[in-house]
């Protein structure tokens, strides 16, 4: 096409290459014809100096030309784009599992480290504006999805916003989150939820990529100590008893195999920090999804949650959460994050008083078990008792490079690029470890 500027520029470095294979061209026959008759193997260095510069003058033309028209106004943002995009399609796969509030937290982290993030979000909500579409219009539950993919978008803030947008009126809206809305309408127009969910990932521009731990909508039932069974994730948290044993209706939901071949390329799974019973639990009781953990050569790690969630594991320390975890993962989780600082005691009071307290950690326990514990300091500032996204990701990082299986020949350089960008970070007290520690 004319006008681009792009043909001239390509001339002058198809020149430059002409003039310096002339200018090489003695070598050249001395080496393609080694037995014919000895040549004068002198380079002409004028030809080979100007067409180099020719080749580098068209090479810059041609990249200027291009970056004029993708991003006029703003070259220097492109260049990083394509350094940073580099940086983390070499980053390692890494599967998080869950739902809720902790999850995202941990996805928004790990984005600037690489592209390969799969979140695997439980079935089994029920509650507030996601259980009101479940009922109207047997979907899977939107509510986490929506959170994850906000987590992962490189969209426009203003875009994010409107997917989080919870509206406050307006009779049936009221109480609806937009992103909701939007991916029950998404659902009808494309006929499948999962589709659903990769359509939405484009708008968004994800980084990533979300799946459903079932292919069908799922419901949660959950065992009290005195034997009765609750019926729906939303009900189990405010009965006030305490929990023995979940299981899903029905048993064996259909499930997507891309869940399960997600779990067995990683390079690292996470158990996200969540609701115990409501929101980890039901992921890993999808068929097929325990097993493949088993199965998998990756680090499989589990993050504590801060506080207990009062009328799901109120009383519970560190250790009752991974005996919970570990009945259908019996041995799988090699490593735990713990968090290892202060909390504010006006924070601690506040939360108190609706019955939630720190989750004890006994880390000691946890060695003896044969439990690798990486203790960081993994608190956000503000109001809330929340896990730090930047900090959680590069506790999480630091135990896929610490892994054997991050060292593998392939990978060394991809893993040594990480670790230097960890090293770079100002929070990170870790060093870089040597190959196969």
Request: net charge neutral; proline share 7%; aromatic share 6%.
């Amino acid at each position: 096409m004319p006008g681009l500027r792009l043909k001239r520029w390509v001339a002058v470095m198809a020149l430059g290459f002409v003039l310096a294979l002339f200018g090489l061209a003695p070598l050249l026959r001395l080496i393609w014809n080694p037995g014919g008759p000895s040549p004068d193997p002198a380079i002409d260095l004028s030809a080979l100096v100007v067409g180099a510069g020719l080749g580098w003058f068209g090479v810059r033309g041609l990249i200027r030309s291009v970056v004029a028209v993708v991003a006029p106004n703003a070259p220097d943002e492109l260049a990083a784009a394509v350094v940073t995009g580099h940086a983390l399609r070499r980053g390692p796969k890494i599967v998080v599992l869950g739902g809720g509030t902790g999850m995202p937290i941990l996805l928004r982290g790990l984005k600037s480290y690489t592209a390969h993030l799969t979140a695997i979000v439980t079935s089994a909500d029920d509650g507030g504006s996601t259980g009101r579409l479940r009922a109207g219009f047997n979907i899977q539950p939107p509510g986490d999805v929506r959170n994850c993919l906000v987590a992962l978008s490189e969209a426009e803030p203003l875009l994010e916003q409107l997917f989080q947008y919870r509206f406050e009126e307006g009779g049936d809206l009221s109480g609806h989150a937009f992103g909701n809305l939007f991916l029950t309408a998404m659902e009808r127009t494309t006929g499948d939820f999962q589709t659903a969910i990769t359509a939405s990932s484009r708008v968004l521009a994800v980084q990533g990529r979300v799946l459903m731990a079932t292919a069908e909508p799922v419901v949660l039932w959950a065992q009290t100590s005195d034997g009765e069974w609750i019926r729906g994730e939303s009900k189990i948290s405010g009965h006030g008893r305490t929990i023995q044993d979940v299981r899903l209706e029905p048993a064996e939901p259909k499930v997507d195999p891309a869940v399960a071949d997600a779990i067995l390329a990683a390079e690292a799974v996470v158990i996200a920090p969540g609701s115990l019973w409501t929101s980890i639990l039901p992921v890993l009781l999808a068929p097929g999804v325990a097993e493949a953990i088993r199965t998998t050569r990756a680090a499989v790690i589990y993050v504590q949650n801060l506080m207990t969630q009062p009328g799901e594991t109120t009383g519970m320390g560190l250790g009752d959460h991974l005996r919970a975890i570990e009945r259908h993962l019996p041995g799988a989780v090699g490593w735990v994050v713990v968090h290892d600082g202060a909390i504010d005691p006006a924070l601690l009071a506040r939360y108190a008083t609706v019955g939630a307290e720190p989750v004890a950690a006994d880390t000691q326990g946890l060695i003896e078990a044969g439990k690798r514990v990486r203790r960081r300091d993994l608190l956000a500032p503000g109001p809330l008792i929340r896990h730090d996204s930047g900090k959680l990701a590069r506790a999480v990082l630091e135990i896929v490079l610490d892994a054997s299986a991050a060292w593998e020949p392939r990978r060394r350089m991809d893993f040594l690029a990480l670790a230097e960008r960890l090293r770079r970070s100002e929070e990170s007290p870790w060093q870089i470890p040597s190959p196969g520690a």
